[in-house]
């Protein structure tokens, strides 16, 4: 059973900087804060972030040209769709997601506090301290150098 431990604390250190990445970037896209829409324009960093969580690329996304189509291409909608779009079931389906989304954000940020009090904990109860933060070092620095490539 000791072994298990040992194995689930390097594991966990390997894995705790992805898990934070993901965490905490799925927790901005859920409010859409990592794309353009009206007024608001995302930080390069916010959209550099994102693009690596859904494309494993850090890059900006060319949202000039993929967010203003041209008037032409964007169907006519038409008066008798807008008439019909505001039924009860509309907002529920409204309210529902947005309460989904709230949780979610919950779960993500229970999910950073999990992770750095397991990385707390780990630190300060396994006995390779050393090897410990070698992992937590290899954890973070790997997929950084690999999005850099």
Request: with cysteine; glycine share 8%.
């Amino acid at each position: 059973m000791l072994n298990i431990r040992v194995w689930h604390s390097y594991i966990g250190f390997f894995s705790a900087p992805s898990i934070l990445f993901f965490a905490l970037t799925g927790a901005l896209q859920l409010f859409d804060l990592h794309e353009q829409h009206g007024d608001y324009r995302p930080p390069a960093i916010v959209e550099k972030l994102a693009s690596m969580h859904k494309d494993q690329v850090f890059e900006l996304e060319h949202h000039e040209l993929a967010s203003s189509p041209a008037p032409a291409a964007v169907p006519h909608a038409g008066p008798a769709k807008h008439a019909t779009a505001s039924t009860g079931e509309d907002e529920a389906v409204s309210l529902s997601s947005r309460i989904l989304k709230w949780f979610f954000l919950l779960v993500a940020l229970n999910l950073v506090v999990s992770t750095v009090l397991g990385i707390w904990i780990g630190i300060t109860h396994v006995r390779r301290k050393g090897g410990a933060w070698v992992l937590l070092a290899a954890g973070a620095l790997i997929p950084l150098g690999l999005c850099l490539l």
